[in-house]
């Protein structure tokens, strides 16, 4: 379970207000002119300078809430009576505070320091409006009301060289898109954070971006990642003694063992993030630790206790004005209901619960809502009504899987690029070390001019045998980044490549283009059943019988696990259906007498035709949701 987003709106109020100082900034105080021998008492302007530059700089990434706002209160009180461009940035920090708890009132600051910044010309402060504009949008609309204000804040910062700010902004933008299921952008966005906190000279891995990761890795499936990065940050935050930040750490990690099936250690987490909490007054943490420790609870079969910490947590999201969570609260309340068997009671939390997690588009939520109803409804007799509450809720776990797939998928070929532009880098810094290195033997050796030239000539010998060496690697590399290894087709690479040109050819042409996706039905059974080396013999098979059956001019891509998508240049819809129906039809005929004489592989396909203004990932997206119709029909089937 993804776990409560009642801290989400504190903290983007928070980070909002955190904006990149230069790095020497905050230690500037004041100055003592070099004519002068008794230092001069800094003037109230400069107060507020060094005192802004504290609000806004490094530091701040690790400050604690009290000192943040403790700062802002200095702040507040230094800003001079009749000083436009101190009183744009001042509102642009002080959108931030936690103060501002009611977000009406929240929305009506953050347009009035919006407006003063685009008044007064300063992109920095603008970008912090905008963050802070989010937060309370969020707040009052959901998580994905919120992004566009985060991206015009990172539109508003290209070409300022304010990279701590743009990292900020990316990590907020990031835990958005987890939030809302999109784990490979947001892992995408953390990678990026970490690079601009890393051109800016601080450390990239800064606690919001550690826990970020972590929760992003967790919703991914990938616990053991999770764990590492956890731990990671755990480490860091223990030496600062950053309470705070160390609840976070436990309610993450408690989610992570509930998720992975360890009820017991995820109970000890939460307890031990409630304790932390409660210690430091902490009481969005303790909320959300609350919340967590009731579902391990349910998974440990304790609806009682359950049921008296649900209560106790609402009871302070109330308090609080906090209604981000209310949602998991009656699911999870329904949920220690049905354990003692009251199943009619159950269905009431459910009923009231669907419609705020359809709002939120949140489909692991849904999915767990879905079989959490079909169970109770069971229970009561209602066998239909029990199998079209399970049927939503084998499909929304399908199309989580499939998404999960495409996330993971992204990610690597992310990776395999990043791994790339490292290697190239690393090549030019040893040519460059290599080049400065054979310049000062030169300079040594100059009055050796025999010498010099021989060992200039060997130097030149070497570097051209490594750059020979780098060359042919690289082509290597650049080959089989273009060739799936498994299946012979093309990659997704060389897909967005192709497509691109193929779209922009069409276009001068005036010709038709359609582009044909395919995922196989139901591989993952295979994988399970027979070994994933047996699921890899049918992947080749059957690219093998889908490249006889196409054109020269076709392109067949393999764009992820068992996902496929082929480039159909001057073709129609009516011949791509042709076409479609070939493969379908090769498909179904396949057959396997070393893996099992019974099995047989189907395939759903979806159909899309270029319009005019196309891109290629506007005509995939429209290939996809035919390809998910398909799905949804039946599989085995066409749908264009």
């Known amino acids: 379970m993804q776990g409560s987003n009642a801290k989400h709106g504190r903290v983007l109020r928070r980070l909002a207000a955190l904006a990149l100082a230069w790095p020497c900034a905050c230690f500037a105080i004041g100055f003592v002119p070099p004519d002068m021998d008794e230092p001069r008492a800094p003037t109230p302007a400069a107060e507020f300078d060094a005192v802004f530059q504290r609000v806004v700089g490094p530091a701040s990434l690790e400050a604690s809430t009290p000192d943040y706002e403790r700062e802002l209160d200095r702040l507040r009180a230094l800003l001079p009576a009749v000083d436009a461009v101190r009183e744009v940035r001042f509102l642009s920090v002080d959108c931030g505070s936690t103060r501002w708890k009611d977000v009406a009132r929240g929305l009506a600051y953050s347009e009035r320091a919006l407006q003063a910044a685009r008044d007064n010309g300063d ?87 550690l826990q970020g990761m972590a929760t992003t890795y967790r919703r991914m499936g990938d616990y053991a990642q999770a764990a590492r990065v956890l731990d990671q940050s755990r480490v860091r935050l223990a030496a600062k003694q950053d309470w705070e930040g160390l609840a976070v750490n436990m309610i993450q990690s408690g989610f992570l063992h509930v ?77 220690a209901l049905a354990k ?68 993971q998928g992204r990610l690597l070929q992310y990776e395999y690029e990043i791994r790339q532009r490292d290697f190239e880098n690393q090549r030019l810094r040893a040519e460059r070390k290599a080049q400065s290195q054979q310049l000062a ?13 021989a060992c200039g000539l060997l130097l030149a010998v070497l570097l051209a045998a490594f750059a020979w060496r780098q060359w042919r690697k690289s082509r290597r590399m650049r080959a089989l980044a273009l060739v799936d290894s498994l299946t012979g087709t093309a990659t997704r690479r060389a897909f967005d490549a192709t497509a691109a040109d193929a779209l922009a050819e069409a276009r001068r042409q005036g010709l038709p283009l359609s582009l044909l996706a395919l995922d196989l039905d139901r591989f993952k059974n295979i994988n399970d059943r027979y070994g994933h080396a047996a699921g890899d013999r049918v992947l080749a098979a059957t690219s093998r019988a889908w490249t006889a059956l196409l054109r020269d001019r076709d ?38 007498e070393d893996i099992d004489p019974a099995l047989r592989v189907g395939v759903s396909i979806g159909l899309a035709q270029a319009g005019t203004d196309d891109t290629v990932a506007a005509l ?3 290939a996809d949701a035919a390809l998910y119709r398909a799905k949804q029909g039946g599989r085995g089937r066409v749908e264009g």
Not at 133 to 154: E, V
Not at 300 to 325: C, M
Not at 371 to 398: H, T, V
Not at 441 to 449: S, V
């Open 441 to 453: 033997d030169l300079r040594r050796i100059r009055n050796w001019q025999t010498l010099a030239m």
């Open 340 to 407: 003692q068997g009251q199943h009619a009671e159950a269905l009431k939390h459910y009923d009231l619960a669907q419609p705020l997690m359809e709002a939120g588009g949140n489909l692991r939520y849904l999915a767990l809502l879905h079989r959490a109803r079909s169970s109770s409804e069971e229970a009561l007799g209602r066998d239909q009504d029990a199998l079209a509450s399970f049927k939503r809720y084998d499909a929304l776990q399908q199309e989580l899987q499939d998404k999960m797939r495409l996330e």
């Open 259 to 335: 998720e992975a099936g360890a009820p017991d250690k995820a109970r000890v987490a939460f307890e031990e993030a409630i304790g932390i909490a409660s210690a430091h007054d902490d009481d969005t943490d303790r909320n959300g630790a609350l919340l967590g420790l009731a579902e391990a609870q349910i998974a440990l079969d304790q609806p009682q206790a359950a049921r008296a910490t649900l209560h106790e947590a609402a009871t302070r999201f109330a308090a609080a004005g906090d209604d981000s969570s209310k949602d998991m609260l009656l699911l999870l309340g329904g949920e």
């Open 620 to 622: 995939l997206a429209r």
């Open 123 to 209: 992109r920095a402060s603008q970008a912090r409006a905008l963050v802070c504009r989010s937060s309370f949008l969020m707040l009052r609309d959901g998580s994905r009301h919120a992004l566009p204000d985060l991206d015009r804040a990172l539109d508003v910062l290209k070409g300022q060289n304010e990279p701590q700010l743009e990292g900020e902004i990316l990590v907020m933008r990031a835990d958005l898109l987890s939030l809302i299921g999109d784990q490979a952008q947001a892992m995408l966005d953390f990678q990026r954070a970490r690079a601009a906190f890393r051109d800016s000279g601080l450390d990239h891995e800064v606690e919001p971006l």
């Open 555 to 592: 392109l067949l891509a393999r764009i992820g696990g068992e996902e496929f998508v082929v480039v159909c240049p001057d073709t129609s819809m009516g011949k791509a259906r042709g076409i479609a129906a070939r493969l379908l039809e090769a498909t179904e005929a396949l057959r396997f």
